[in-house]
């Protein structure tokens, strides 16, 4: 299976995106060095993302349409560190950060990433590997667009229902403490407490 003419045109189409919504954050942060740091991650997050559709493509290309299995367990050697934080930095959650933060540009890049994710070609992908929403996903919220279609996530209402659980057994009730028991015994065959009287109100508040 040889789908390189229809999806790298795909991978080139989000590389060029991606890349021009890099350079309007550099230069957003060439203008207010406080957001730096913030940008500084949002170069990281979107090199990963371009990195990630460009091994699927290949991947697709190749004709292997399934993921590689990663082995259970890896030794500390093989495991790749991972870079600290910026400053314990992390993105904003919010979907309209990077709107605020690049109002025009944003703009712009999501109307392409909106005809990009039109494309009868981006469909194909989507059906051949739906791990492709899992990378796209991410840079729709970016853009503030709401994943439609084979990119959207699968409903709730597709989930099976979970287990109901277990109801906890009672516990057997706790036996009288020694305490409990020699009061009892003292205070076998006594007759029951008489009732306080009510209190008697004093004399000035009585009725004539």
């Known amino acids: 299976m040889n789908l390189s003419f229809s999806f790298t045109p795909l991978a080139h189409w989000l590389t060029l995106l991606v890349a021009g919504l890099r350079q309007a954050a550099a230069a957003r942060a060439g203008r207010d060095h406080a957001v730096a740091p913030l940008v500084t991650l949002l170069w990281t997050r979107l090199a ?11 991947r697709l290309t190749a004709g292997h349409p399934a993921a590689p299995t990663r082995p259970r367990t890896r030794s500390a050697a093989t495991v790749p560190a991972r870079k600290a934080p910026v400053a314990g930095l992390r993105l904003p959650r919010s979907h309209t950060w990077l709107i605020r933060l690049l109002p025009g540009e944003a703009a712009s890049y999501g109307s392409q990433l909106q005809a990009m994710l039109a494309d009868p070609q981006m469909a194909a992908l989507l059906a051949a590997a739906p791990e492709a929403g899992r990378i796209l ?28 659980r277990a109801a906890k057994p009672t516990p057997p009730p706790e036996p009288p403490s020694a305490i409990s028991q020699i009061w009892a015994v003292l205070t076998a065959g006594m007759p029951a407490a008489a009732p306080d009287p009510p209190p008697r109100k004093p004399p000035w508040l009585r009725p004539a």
């Open 48 to 58: 990963r993302l371009t990195a990630r559709f460009d091994a699927l493509v290949a």
């Open 137 to 164: 996903r991410p840079l729709c919220r970016l853009l503030a667009i709401t994943p439609e279609g084979l990119l959207a996530l699968p409903s709730a209402a597709g989930k099976p229902a979970p287990k109901p």
